[in-house]
Each structure stands twice: as structure tokens, then as C-alpha cells.
């Protein structure tokens, strides 16, 4: 640290790396930026002339900063698993964007370096820093509804990502319906034993990938609990993310955020404002929060406890249960994902294995 404030780099200058810096300018009290990494020398020196930091094309430049306490890792999804290990094995503190790897060896291996080194890693599943899915947890967990029996996620994106973007993206599963299982995970602490999926796509683009565009999921849990989670990679209304939860005593939902509070009423009927355009518009408090209190476990030496760190390796096999069970039209269970995946191709849709320079997200 730097007159006590935490040195960082951020590595790839794409929609999720300026999410991070624009976090770590409003933490300017507790954090500096030290450095930025991109493959585009041109963008790496004109974004580290505006924050008045370093900049280069090579992780390592920064990884040798003997100043340089945390890295925040936001590059192509390909390039996780490389800048992960990189940092870890740095002695750098860790907060990267998901996947960490689509390889399951690959993602115990970054896992197992974590525990062992002590050092702070985090996974960027934003939703467990929202407050209003924090709020609801809350509500479960203080028993307002009782036993939880049903839960629907709705999970719809906007705008559809661009084409090149989704070529590398791991496909809608890998992509977008992790964040939805690891938020059933967060609500109950359970994990399911079976999923069934079901897709269509409606790009042909997409679908020439081998990917698809709609998808509905169903998980059964040893608890009886059922859960569904609904995605699209497109809703023209607007970024579109709720969340609703059964119990045996009663219903708890968190909703959209809109673009504000008002309604207008008119002969006409009732006019509403819109849903949140996009991501980062919907999670802004969001990024910020999770950003803020990876700053905070850094500065304390803090850790995540070993089970939220290696939950990922169950999450990981949920993910490819549901992708499975597309592909195979049929009921999928947990316990057989290991033995599956080495016999039905799943998505390619996940870039080169290596790279030696971030790429923007």
C-alpha cells in the first residue's frame, strides 16, 4: 500500500474494466490505480493518462510492482484462468470477473493455489452484492415465509451482445444462467441434484455457434425445493432481473429497478418509467459495493471462507448439468456430470485456451 491506500491494476479496458476503474475512482480515500492492462497499447496509455497511472500490454509489467497489493481481473473470458494464476503466484490479492475457467481442472487448480496462499480472491457475481437481493435473503433467512418450497428467477438481457463478444463468451449457459444458479445458492445455501433444461434460438447467428437464445431451467433439490430460472438474451423493454420465492408461510419478491419512481395516469391508463437499459446501469451500486468491500477484505487480510470459495466447483457442474441436458433433451443429475461431460460435446464457444494479453470484455 501507498500511503495507505491499496494499490491496484486493472486488467482489460473493455465495458467491465471501465465499470471498475469508475468503482475505484469513487474509492480514490482508499485505493489508487497503479496500473491498466489492455492489449490496445493506444487505449492502455490515453485510460492511464486520465487516472494518472501506468500503463502496459503485459500483465507481468504490473505483477512485478512490488507496491502492487490487488489485481482486478475483467479481460476476455479465455484469459482468466492465465492472469488469475499469474497474480496469485505474485503474491497479488485477486478479484476477477467470471468464468474463472471453463476447464473444471483448471478451476480447482486456481482454487487450490487460492486457500493455500491466503491471499484475498473473489469471483465478480454481482448479485450478492445488490441490495435488494441481500434484502430478500434477509427476509428468508429471518423466516418471514417459512420453509422455502418454489423459487422463479427471470433473467433477460439487454441489449443482445454483440456477435464477436459471443463467439468467446462460453455460451448462454456459461455466460449468463451461472449468475442465476449461484444467486439460488446464495438464497438457500442448497444445490440442486438434477436439472432440466429446455432451449430455442431465435438468432440464426447464434444458433450457426451451437449456442441458443431462450432457456428455461428446473432444479430439483434433496430439500423439495423447485426452482426455475427463465433467460433470454434479449428483452426490448429492458434489463430485466427478478427474483421470486414461495414459502409455506408466505411470497417474498425483489424487482426491477427502474429509471425512476414515477407514474403518470392519464384517460389512457397508467404510464410507468422503463427498467434499467443494461447492466451496468441496473448494477452501478452494485459494482461499486462488491469493489468496495474487496478493497476492505484486502486491507484486513481477510479472506473469503473456504466454502464460498469452493463453491465454484459445484456451481461449475450445475452449469454444465443444465448445458447438458439441452443437449441431450433429458434430466441430467449432478452426480453424473464428470462422467457426461467426456462424452457429449458441449459448448466451444470459450476462445483459445491461452493468451499471453488481455483482451477487453
Known sequence: MVDGKLSVAVVGLGRAGHVHLRSLVS???????????????????????????????????????????????????????DFTM?????????????????????????LDVAMRSNLVFCTGYQRRCDKNFRALKQQLDSGA??????????????????????????GIFHDMLCH????????TGEFPETVYS???????????MGDCDTVVVTLKYASGLLATVDTSRVACYGYDQRIEVLGELGMAQANNEHESTVTVATARGYVGAKSAFSFPERYMHTYLTEIAEFVEQVKARRPDPEAVTRRHVILEKVTTAAELSWRLKREVRIADVDELRDKVPVSTLHGPVKTKVPLAA
Open 180 to 187: 442465476d444458479f449461484d444467486m439460488l445458492h446464495f438464497l
Open 27 to 81: 474509492l480514490s480515500t482508499k485505493a489508487r490505480i497503479a496500473w491498466v492492462v489492455d492489449l490496445n497499447a493506444e487505449t492502455a496509455a490515453r485510460v492511464a493518462a486520465v487516472h494518472e497511472c501506468k500503463a502496459t500490454t503485459d500483465i507481468d509489467d504490473a505483477l512485478a510492482d512490488a507496491d502492487l497489493d490487488a489485481v482486478i481481473i475483467c479481460s476476455a473470458t479465455y484469459t482468466h484462468f
Open 145 to 170: 415465509i417459512g420453509s422455502v418450497r418454489l423459487i422463479k428467477c427471470t433473467s433477460r438481457d439487454n441489449p443482445e451482445p454483440p456477435i464477436e463478444y459471443l463467439k468467446v463468451s462460453g
Open 86 to 110: 499469474r497474480a496469485l503466484n505474485a503474491r497479488k490479492a485477486v478479484f476477477t470477473e467470471k468464468p474463472i475457467s471453463h476447464d473444471p481442472a483448471e478451476l480447482e487448480e486456481v
Open 198 to 208: 429446455v432451449g430455442h434460438c431465435y438468432n440464426p447467428q447464434i444458433e450457426a
